[in-house]
């Protein structure tokens, strides 16, 4: 059996000297093998993932393991606590700032301190959510060569998100400072996943994580088919490629195609409307494609996401 002890990691302290920490989980097999390392709540408003973890740690306590496992259910404590997506310190998206800095301001240090377990992991599945504003289809990203991802990352890349058996593949936006991305360039083995959003955790988008999680270590050889029990065998069915079009005015939000929805170019897919009834802005798709992401949130200011529309190819 992993011996699985539960610990926090201070990485910085409050004006009155009460400690900023994340939690940790570790579980240590009997046999050596690699170490993995999944994290969860970089955004503090995103929770699919988190329970995930827990539950994952919980399966991990009955059985066998070989190497390490190490889990970082809630990344971001000051986020979790404030329900945002950005940590309420210093209103820094934590996912910009990897490998961080331990001399910088709250979310740089945090990022540092996360970043020591991402240098010694041999592989990393950093799990997101659309949170409280977003809404995502599941899907397991990875990152294709360039950028500062070297050929061998990219593969490994792709390698261990269609491990997680999630339901497409994502060919992932290169955004600096993003943790999966950094990993990557780093030479770190990662995928970055996205299953949910609108503030909640369904049952059965949890369920997804932990599968995915589980089907990954299984297929790493550190936890035999014993720790799979009822988890279904899968393997990702599409490649997407695309990124957020931004909403082009603040207003109201009116999606006219739902989250999945498959929808040709020029296609009108929302609108934003003034409180007057104006139209203020028409979305259209700008490929051939699939939703893979909308708004939850219906208010909208300028710049925000919009839509995620990715061109789909079929793996089958
Ligand atoms: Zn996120």
């Known amino acids: ?4 002890l539960r610990r926090s990691v201070v990485w910085g302290r409050l004006p009155d000297g009460a400690p900023l920490a994340f939690p940790l989980i570790e ?3 009997e046999r050596a093998g690699p170490t993995a390392l999944f994290t969860g709540g970089i955004h503090g408003d995103e929770f699919e993932g988190p329970l995930a973890l827990l539950d994952l740690a919980r399966v991990l306590e009955a059985v066998d393991l070989r190497g390490r496992v190490r889990i970082v259910p809630f990344a971001n404590a000051p986020a979790l606590a404030a329900g945002t997506r950005a940590g309420p310190l210093d209103g820094v998206n934590l996912a910009r700032v990897f490998p961080g800095d331990a001399g910088g301001g709250p979310s740089a240090r945090l990022a540092a301190a996360l970043w020591a377990l991402v240098a010694e992991a041999d592989l990393v599945v950093d799990s997101h959510s659309g949170g ?4 995502f289809l599941p899907v397991a990203g990875f990152y294709e060569a360039g950028g500062g991802v070297g050929a061998e990352a990219a593969a490994s ?6 491990q997680t058996g999630l339901a497409d593949l994502w060919a992932l936006p290169a955004t600096p400072g993003v943790l999966s991305l950094e990993a990557a360039r780093a030479g770190v083995t990662v995928a970055g996943c996205e299953v ?25 050889g550190m936890v ?23 909403s082009p005015a603040a207003g109201l939000w009116r999606a006219l195609r739902p989250l999945g929805a498959a ?4 296609e009108a897919l929302a609108r934003v409307e003034s409180p007057l009834g104006e139209v203020l802005a ?25 839509l995620l529309v990715a061109a789909a190819e079929d793996l089958s």
Do not use: F, K
């Not at 059996?1 to 699985?4: D, I, K, Q």
């Not at 409280?132 to 809404?135: G, K, N, V």
């Not at 929808?263 to 020029?266: A, F, I, K, L, T």
């Open 132 to 135: 409280t504003d977003l809404a």
């Open 27 to 29: 579980a240590e097999g």
């Open 1 to 4: 059996m992993a011996r699985v």
């Open 263 to 266: 929808v040709r170019r020029g």
């Open 282 to 306: 028409v979305l259209e798709a700008p490929v051939d494609g699939v939703i893979l992401a909308e708004r939850n949130l219906a208010r909208v200011r300028e710049g925000d996401p919009g």
């Open 196 to 220: 949910g959003g609108r503030g909640r955790a369904r049952p059965s988008d949890v369920r997804l994580y932990r599968d995915a999680y589980l089907r990954v270590l299984a297929a790493r």
């Open 224 to 246: 035999g088919p014993e720790a799979l029990g009822d988890v279904p065998a899968a393997r990702p069915a599409r490649l997407l490629r695309g990124d957020w079009v931004a």
């Open 157 to 162: 890349s792709r390698a261990v998100a269609e």
